[in-house]
């Protein structure tokens, strides 16, 4: 089986067919990770760095290509997709500076005492030692930075471990270019290429195929909590559990006092706004969830009319979008809930930037619709009781 990407600008295919890995394709590719590690394990501090400083160059080759690929894959702009290259590369280049001198490794060294007490001391020696294969989970929103050599595999790598990294179905031209650069990197030192690999498809159960197998050693995730809760949960039903290192969404909640209103009201209704819809509003950073005080209307009024001005790009995704429209709908048909909306984006994936204001009331009631609700920005308004509210988020969240 194959797939195709999608362009977000128009819906339209992209690339060549890409093709959907097997069970036992994935299982393979981590059996010849496993096989090599120790090529990787072996390198001296400067050898180690080389590599690094290798991968980075052999990624910054492919400049002009990724612009165009992940530009077209995921309808961000080319000074955004420029930014993420650069990024990049200058992970893995700080990571080679550090692994040059050697201090990631944390050696200790307690040389024997014949005359410690109350007993004679052994030689005693200590340092970190690479855990073996890594499965890295790529991110849909940053095609570069947080993908298949993003700032998880950088590391995985510096640390000595080999990598299977799951390229994310919405931007595989991307991942696969990425993916033979470090590739290359690896032969041209002279390393197996088989220390580092990719593997593609739509299937979810890719997911479980690589965070199971018992020759992975630990996973590298960035994405949405529901995913990272299931490679959560199958790392740790393992008959030997491995760690997760996740960073999942969060809704950043941002509370906006009288008097900062009073100061600034048109700059922060405008930061605020402009902050949540940037990169059309695919930012785990943004300003998910806004608390204004009750007499705040102009406040309000302003957000709402610079948001009316404003058009976001098209989402990363068919289903990106598609779960965003449906959670709007579903929010609009409460009578209770004010909607305020942008500029209609109707070409590709493109959606209709909104905001909803509710009472801290209605928003305790609905917190676990809202906590999925990750592209719009959500405006409560405080009243009493709020402590409560802060109680219920915090257990909902953990």
């Not at 696969?176 to 088989?194: P, T």
């Not at 979810?204 to 199971?212: D, E, F, R």
């Not at 959560?232 to 509370?255: C, H, Q, T, W, Y």
């Not at 098209?314 to 929010?331: C, F, K, M, N, V």
Request: neutral net charge.
């Amino acid at each position: 089986m194959t797939f195709r990407a999608i362009k977000p600008s128009d819906g339209s295919p992209f690339g060549v067919d890409i093709a959907e890995n097997t069970e036992q394709e994935v299982a393979d590719a981590i059996v010849r990770a496993h096989a090599v590690a120790s090529e990787l394990a072996a390198l001296s501090p400067a050898q180690h760095a080389t590599l690094l400083r290798t991968i980075a160059d052999e990624i910054e080759s492919h400049r002009a290509e990724l612009i165009e690929s992940a530009c077209a894959e995921t309808g961000l702009p080319e000074g955004r997709i420029g930014g993420e290259i650069t990024r990049t590369t200058v992970q893995f280049k700080l990571f080679a500076d550090l692994v040059q001198t050697g201090r990631h490794l944390k050696v200790v060294i307690d040389k024997a005492d014949p005359n410690y007490s109350p007993a004679p001391r052994p030689d005693l020696r200590r340092q970190n030692q690479p855990l073996g294969v890594v499965a890295i989970f790529a991110a849909s929103n940053f095609p570069l930075a947080f993908s298949v050599a993003g700032g998880d595999a950088a590391s995985a790598i510096a640390s000595g471990n080999p990598v299977v990294a799951k390229a994310h179905p919405a931007h595989p031209n991307t991942c696969a270019i990425v993916a033979a650069a470090v590739k290359s990197a690896f032969k041209k030192s002279g390393l197996s290429s088989d220390l580092y690999s990719i593997v593609q498809g739509t299937n979810p159960k890719i997911t479980h195929w690589l965070a199971g197998h018992p020759l992975v050693q630990a996973v590298g995730f960035t994405g949405s909590e529901a995913v990272g809760r299931i490679l959560i949960d199958i790392s740790a039903k393992r008959e030997v559990p491995i760690p997760v290192f996740a960073e999942m969404g969060s809704l950043n909640p941002v509370f906006v006092t009288s008097s900062a209103i009073l100061e600034r009201s048109l700059d922060l209704a405008k930061g605020l706004v402009d902050s949540a819809l940037l990169g059309s509003g695919q930012f785990c950073t943004k300003p998910g969830l806004i608390f204004i005080p009750d007499n705040a209307k102009d406040f309000l009024g302003e957000i709402s009319a610079h948001l009316g001005t404003l058009k976001a790009g098209p989402l990363l995704s068919q289903s990106i979008a598609s779960r965003y429209t449906q959670a709007i709908s579903e929010l609009s048909k409460n009578g209770s809930i004010a909607v305020y909306s942008g500029i209609e984006n109707a070409t590709g994936f493109g959606v209709t930037p909104t905001n909803q204001l509710r009472s801290i009331q209605e928003l305790k009631t609905q917190l676990a619709l809202v906590l999925h609700q990750q592209s719009s920005l959500q405006i409560g308004r405080p009243r009493k009781r709020i402590q409560r509210f802060w109680k219920s988020t915090s257990v909902l969240q953990q």
